[in-house]
């Protein structure tokens, strides 16, 4: 198909204090049904996004951090995370969820689509991008 | 007696914790809330802001920390975990609050 | 309208989905069954403990197609299609069979 297009969330929000977060988890869930190529990219405070262990029973709101862990079923082929911004948060990959991503018709699998890169990597992933979706 | 501080802001995104620290006063007391509670990391960019901060105490909330997936060995030395009833013992025990937002 | 199911009054929302997912129990779906005047088989109960399984991994209802999907993959090929899902639930196996299962309507169902 020649008019599927490359869609990037650019997700630069932690989750829970604000709603930006869920919005975008959302529109990519809703988006989903339309068939386009989609990637997410974790910048600044969005790698807090994909902290795993999230326990929301204290505090009365919707847990979905899990609902990250669904995402490869809904098409999502990749899911970027800015190296600089998970150091500068105390992070390593190893507290952040793994998402694994199967085509269903050929059966190729993926254990994990969450990738660590450098700037330069994500640049370029921005610049290949049609559109880039911030929130 | 002093007051109570409260920060409610990732302090990656704003500068509301390191102001809050500014204007509180020795034997200040701030506790970190909701994207607060980032500020209460240990070996973070920002971690210095209250691990460099001496004279005032801090607190976090143990319910906002878990919902995003912190543990509690991950704070800064010092930092005091409480829950909904040490949050409001902190305010009863306090001239004010200042919610620093 | 709220439902009665096993000598109980369930709170449900204007769309008739269950208002709280922790209170649900297998007479709910029954007594939501029995109101769209449908049996619930074997067949529907496969669909729909998979659909509570899904929602307690992930704490969304899925889409038609991932449920579609999954359904195949989980239960076998040829119940992993809309004809056969749409076979069990006429009203259409996301909102029907989500809200027998207690979950909420599938986000991006109108």
């Known amino acids: ?135 | 007696m002093a007051d109570l501080y409260t920060v409610n802001k990732s302090p990656f995104e704003k500068n509301s914790l390191e102001n809050a620290i500014r204007f509180s006063g020795e034997g200040a007391s701030v506790l970190l809330i909701e994207d607060g509670v980032y500020g209460a990391m240990a070996g973070t960019a920002v971690s210095d802001l209250v691990a460099s901060a001496t004279g005032r105490k801090f607190h976090v909330l143990r319910a906002d920390l878990k919902a995003r997936g912190i543990s509690e060995d991950r704070l800064i030395d010092g930092v005091e975990l409480v829950d909904y009833a040490g949050f409001v013992d902190l305010v009863v025990s306090h001239d004010k609050v200042q919610a620093w937002l | 309208m709220p439902i009665e199911a096993n000598g109980k009054v369930f709170e449900t929302d204007e769309e008739g989905y269950l208002a709280n997912i922790n209170e649900w129990e297998p007479a709910v779906a029954e007594a939501m069954s029995k109101e769209d005047d449908l049996d619930l088989t074997d067949e529907h109960w496969d669909i729909i403990n998979f659909l509570r399984e899904y929602y307690e991994e992930y704490q969304i209802a899925p889409a038609v197609r991932v449920l579609t999907k999954a359904v195949g993959k989980k239960l076998g090929k040829d119940k992993g299609n809309s004809k056969y899902l749409y076979g069990l639930f006429p009203y259409g196996p996301g909102k029907q069979a989500c809200r027998y299962a207690g979950l909420p309507k599938p986000t991006g169902c109108v």
């Open chain 1, 1 to 135: 198909m020649s008019d599927v297009k490359k869609f990037m969330y650019l997700n630069r929000r932690a989750p829970y204090g604000t709603i930006y977060a869920w919005e975008s988890l959302e529109v990519v869930l809703i988006g989903a049904a339309f068939d386009q190529e989609v990637s997410l990219m974790f910048v600044d405070d969005g790698v807090f996004q994909l902290v795993k262990g999230s326990d929301t029973s204290e505090s009365d709101m919707k847990n979905f951090t899990p609902t990250y862990r669904t995402l490869g079923d809904y098409g999502v082929r990749h899911m970027y995370v800015d190296k600089t911004s998970l150091e500068a948060h105390g992070l390593t990959q190893d507290d952040l969820i793994e998402v694994a991503w199967e085509d269903w018709e050929s059966e190729e699998e993926v254990d994990n689509i969450v990738e660590v890169l450098d700037s330069e990597e994500l640049a370029e992933k921005l610049g290949e991008s049609d559109v880039v979706f911030s929130f």
